[in-house]
C-alpha cells in the first residue's frame, strides 16, 4: 500500500511532489500503474469546483453495475448514495500528525478507458494517496478477473468480472456485520444509521442527501451506553464493538487492506459477540482477504441446495484461493 508520508512537497509548487527514495518506485509504479516521472507529467489531478479528479486503472472486464447494487442495497442514509452510474459516499481519514480530515468522494467507471473516474473533496488534498489506495480497494480494482474465472470455472461465468465490495474504514464494516448478524440487511443498515446520527459528524458535500459521516473507531467510543441503547442495540453487540474500536485505537487490531489476516481473524474471533460469519465477512471487505469463505451463511447454503457445512466447506476447496469471490457469485444467483 502506497502511503502520503512518502510524499514531501517540491520547493517548486507548480510541479507537485517529488518522491523520497528510490526505492518508492516499485511500490508506486504497482499502486498507480505508473512511473512517478509519468505520474509528474501526466494531468493527474484537475482542481475544480466539483474536486479533485483522477482516473485509476483496472483489469476488465467489471461488473460495476452488480457492484453498485450491493452499495445500493446498502447504503447508509446521509452517508452514501448512488444515483445513475455514480457511487458517492462521505468519508474520513486521519494524516500522519493525527489529524482527521473529512470530505467526500465520488466513483464513476470509464468503460472505454479501463479505469475509474476518482472526484475527491478538496477538503482530501492532504490525505490523497491514502484516499486513492483506499478507493482502489472499495472498488476492489486490483483484482484479476482472466484469473479468477479460471480458478471458479463456470461459477463465475457470469457475470463477468464480479468484484468483492470493498469498504473505506474496517471498523465501519465491523459495526454492519455485527449489527446486522441476525437481522435483515434493512434492518442492520437501520441499525447503523443510528449510531452515525448519534455521532453528529456532519460534512459538507454538493449534495443535500449526503451530510454526515460515520465514526471512527476512537470516535465510536465517545459514545455513552445510553446513546447505544437508544439506537437500539444490545449491550452485547455495544460491548463487542467497544473492545474493537479499543483495539484499533491502541493499535492492536488492523483492519485495513492488506493486513495480517490471521492475527486480525483471531482477535476479532477471541471478542465475545463476534462468529466466523462476521470475521469472514470483514476479512472479505475489509482486509481484502481473497480466500475468505462464508460457508455457515444463508444465501450460500441456499444457493449450494445443502446446510451441510462440511459437504459446503469440501465442495469450496475447489475455488481455493478465491473463495470471497465465489460467495460474490453464489450471491449474484439469488
Same mark, same amino acid.
Request: charged residues 20%; hydrophobic residues 40%.
Given at each position: ?160 468480472? /464480479? %468484484?468483492? +465490495?470493498? =469498504? ?6 465491523? $459495526?454492519?456485520? @455485527? #449489527? *446486522? ?105 475489509? /482486509? %481484502?482477504? +481473497?480466500? =475468505? ?6 444465501? $450460500?447454503?441456499? @444457493? #449450494? *441446495? ?29
Amino acid at each position: 500500500m502506497f502511503y502520503a508520508g512518502c510524499f514531501t512537497p517540491s520547493p517548486r509548487p507548480q510541479t507537485g511532489y517529488v518522491l523520497h527514495s528510490r526505492a518508492l518506485y516499485c511500490p508506486f509504479k504497482t499502486q498507480y500503474r505508473l512511473t512517478p516521472s509519468a505520474w509528474r507529467r501526466k494531468p493527474k489531478c484537475n482542481s475544480q469546483e466539483n474536486g479533485l479528479q483522477f482516473q485509476l486503472a483496472y483489469r476488465p472486464p467489471f461488473a460495476w453495475e452488480q457492484l453498485l447494487n450491493y452499495f445500493r442495497e446498502r447504503s447508509l442514509q446521509g452517508i452514501e448514495q448512488v444515483e445513475g452510474q455514480c457511487y458517492r459516499r462521505t468519508v474520513a481519514l486521519t494524516d500522519a500528525q493525527g489529524h482527521t480530515h473529512s470530505g467526500w468522494i465520488q466513483l464513476e467507471l470509464l468503460p472505454d478507458k479501463h479505469a475509474l473516474q476518482v472526484t475527491l473533496s478538496e477538503s482530501l488534498q492532504a490525505v490523497t494517496p491514502q484516499a486513492l489506495a483506499r478507493v482502489r480497494a472499495v472498488g476492489d480494482l486490483d483484482a484479476d478477473p482472466e484469473r479468477i474465472q479460471q480458478a471458479l470455472g463456470e461459477l463465475a461465468a457470469t457475470p463477468a468480472g /464480479l %468484484r468483492v +465490495p470493498g =469498504a473505506w474504514d474496517g471498523f465501519e464494516i465491523v $459495526v454492519r456485520a @455485527v #449489527l *446486522g448478524q441476525l437481522v435483515t440487511i434493512k434492518a442492520a443498515r437501520t441499525l447503523t444509521e443510528r449510531v452515525a446520527t448519534a455521532a453528529q459528524l456532519p460534512v459538507e458535500t454538493p449534495w443535500p442527501e449526503l451530510y454526515l459521516r460515520f465514526p471512527t473507531a476512537a470516535e465510536f467510543l465517545a459514545l455513552d451506553e445510553d446513546q447505544l441503547g437508544a439506537c437500539g442495540i444490545t449491550r452485547r453487540s455495544a460491548a463487542a464493538l467497544r473492545q474493537v474500536a479499543n483495539l484499533i485505537v491502541q493499535a492492536q487490531l488492523d483492519l485495513s487492506a492488506g493486513a495480517d489476516y490471521t492475527k486480525a481473524s483471531q482477535t476479532l474471533l477471541a471478542i465475545k459477540g463476534i462468529g466466523p460469519w462476521t470475521v469472514n465477512y470483514v476479512a472479505m471487505r475489509a /482486509l %481484502r482477504w +481473497p480466500d =475468505a469463505f462464508l460457508a455457515g451463511d444463508y444465501g $450460500v447454503k441456499k @444457493v #449450494l *441446495g445443502t446446510t451441510d457445512l462440511k459437504a459446503i466447506e469440501q465442495q469450496a476447496k475447489a475455488w481455493q484461493p478465491w473463495r470471497s469471490y465465489a460467495v460474490m457469485y453464489l450471491w449474484s444467483q439469488l
